[in-house]
């Protein structure tokens, strides 16, 4: 079992930057990929960036050389930096980890971004 725990939300102008910290606890964290992925208002949840158990990430095609993801073993927590935010960067953001068969999310938090 894992428990995540996001951080770092907020309202910013677009052109801005925010950074997302989500916490895990409960199990080994090095072993897991960790992703980020976001909801919208009206849309489906989708993947921002992911980033595996060797670090190795991939990024949706619209965050791009905008947003990067990172990982410190030592603290078991995922970074999300979000720079050069768009107002359609507005939604609610959710850690995930993954292993095999093993799912866990966050309870998200929302980023707000204003024109």
């Known amino acids: 079992q894992v428990q995540l725990v996001e951080s770092g939300g907020g309202l910013v102008q677009a052109g801005g930057s925010l950074r997302l910290s989500c916490a895990a606890s409960g199990s080994i964290f090095s072993i897991y990929a960790m992703g980020w992925y976001r909801q919208g208002p009206g849309k489906q949840r989708e993947l921002v960036a992911r980033?595996?158990?060797?670090?190795?990430?991939v990024y949706a095609d619209s965050v791009k050389g905008r947003f990067s993801i990172s990982r410190d073993n030592a603290k078991n927590t995922v970074y999300l930096q979000m720079n050069s935010l768009k107002p359609e960067d507005t939604a609610v953001y959710y850690c995930?980890?993954?292993?095999?068969?093993?799912?866990?999310w966050g309870q998200g938090t929302q980023v707000t971004v204003s024109s």
């Open positions: 995930n980890a993954n292993r095999n068969v093993f799912n866990y």
């Open positions: 980033i595996t158990s060797g670090g190795s990430a």
